[in-house]
C-alpha cells in the first residue's frame, strides 16, 4: 500500500513564525501535492511538483513556499505565519491521476 | 481555480437508505473519481472512471461517468454507520495537472 505521511497531526504556531509541514511518501511517485481544506471550501490547492527541485504554484500559493531537494519529501513551508493560514493541510503523492493523501496536518495559528 | 459543483452538500439520512451525490462541471474531464474522508483522515479512493458513460460498481457503492463528460455521480445503496464522513468528486484533465475537487457532500447517518 502506499504511504503517505505528514509529520505532526496536530500543530500550534504563533502569529509571524515561520512553519514547516513535512510530507514523505514510499512509493516512488514523480507527482507530490499540498491541499489546504477548509470548512465549507473543500481541497485547495497550494502548490505541486512532478520532480525534484521542480515546483509549480496552485491555486492559492501566497504566502506559501515549498521545497522538494529529494524525490520522497516534499514540504511546505509558511514564511510568516497568520491566523488565516489556520487550516487542514493534506499532502498527497501520485503516478496518474491518482492522488493518495497523508492523515493531514491541523495547523492553528494564534 | 475552477472548483466542481458538488451536491448537496449535506445529507441527513436514515441507515438502510440509499444515497445518491453529483457533481457537474462546465468544462469536460478525462477522469472523474470519488474519494471519501472520514474524520480526521485524509481522503482515501473510493472510485475511478476513465470512459464516458462508464459506471463502475465497489460493493454498495455505483459510479456513473457523465455522457457529456461535465459530471459524474455516486450511489450508496443500504447505508451503514461507517458511511458517515464527507465525499468528494474530483476531476482530471490529464497530464500532470492536479485534481479538481468539489467542496463535498457531508453524509449523516441517523440512527
Known amino acids: 500500500d502506499v504511504k503517505v505521511t505528514q509529520s505532526s497531526r496536530y500543530l500550534v504556531k504563533r502569529t509571524g513564525e515561520k512553519v514547516f509541514l513535512e510530507c514523505v511518501q514510499d512509493?516512488?511517485?514523480?507527482?507530490m501535492f499540498w491541499y489546504r481544506q477548509d470548512p465549507g471550501l473543500g481541497l485547495r490547492l497550494i502548490y505541486f511538483?512532478?520532480?525534484?527541485?521542480?515546483?509549480e504554484k496552485g491555486d492559492i500559493p501566497e504566502g506559501y513556499s515549498v521545497s522538494r531537494e529529494k524525490k520522497e519529501r516534499f514540504s511546505l513551508i509558511l514564511e510568516s505565519a497568520s491566523t488565516n493560514q489556520t487550516s487542514m493541510y493534506l499532502c498527497?503523492?501520485?503516478?496518474?491521476?491518482?492522488?493518495?493523501f497523508g492523515s493531514g496536518t491541523q495547523l492553528s495559528v494564534l | 481555480g475552477q472548483q466542481l459543483n458538488q451536491s448537496p452538500q449535506s445529507m441527513f439520512i436514515q441507515e438502510g437508505e440509499d444515497v445518491s451525490m453529483n457533481c457537474t462541471s462546465s468544462s469536460i474531464f478525462n477522469t472523474w473519481l470519488w474519494y471519501k474522508q472520514d474524520p480526521g483522515e485524509g481522503p482515501v479512493l473510493l472510485i475511478a472512471l476513465y470512459k464516458a458513460g462508464e459506471l463502475t460498481s465497489n460493493g454498495r457503492l455505483t459510479a456513473q461517468f457523465g455522457i457529456t463528460r461535465k459530471d459524474s455521480f455516486l450511489n450508496i445503496s443500504a447505508s451503514i454507520p461507517s458511511d458517515v464522513g464527507i465525499y468528494f468528486c474530483a476531476g482530471h484533465r490529464g497530464g500532470a495537472d492536479g485534481l479538481t475537487f468539489g467542496k463535498g457532500t457531508h453524509l449523516i447517518i441517523q440512527p
Open positions: 498527497a503523492s501520485s503516478f496518474s491521476e491518482k492522488l493518495f
Open positions: 512509493m516512488d511517485h514523480e507527482n
Open positions: 511538483s512532478y520532480d525534484v527541485k521542480m515546483k
